[in-house]
Structure formats: C-alpha cells, structure tokens
C-alpha cells in the first residue's frame, strides 16, 4: 500500500440521513442526525392516525456531507 492512499483518505461526514418509523401506524419520515449522536426518538404527528406518536430510529440511509 502506497504512503500516499494513506494520508489522502476522505473523512467521514459528520452527518447521517436515517429512517425514523412511527410505533403505532408504522409510518415512516426521515431525518439527519450527527453520526456521533445518540439514536433519535421524538414525538411528532403522524398522518395516518391524526394524533401525536411516538417515531424510533429504524435504520441508516446515507451519508451526507458536513458544511
């Protein structure tokens, strides 16, 4: 392995796009969060079932690139 593949690897982005899922109809949103972050839960509205619900962190998306 060459010194140069070495010192020109890409930082990883600080940021990551995840899939947020909604514990009582199963729908689903996403949102980006810091890759260092604790996983996300948050109560938001929920369309399905007109109320306010509980949605959980299901998986990782993508990357995005940091600003």
């Not at 995840?18 to 729908?27: K, N, P, Q, T, W």
């Amino acid at each position: 392995m060459f010194l140069t593949n070495i010192l020109l690897k890409k930082a990883k982005s600080k940021m990551i796009m995840v899939l947020m899922e909604s514990m009582v109809s199963g729908h689903q949103c996403t949102k980006i969060r810091e890759r260092l972050g604790d996983k996300l839960e948050l109560i938001r509205f929920d369309p399905y079932i007109q109320e306010m619900s509980v949605y959980k962190e299901r998986k990782k998306i993508r990357s995005m690139k940091s600003k």
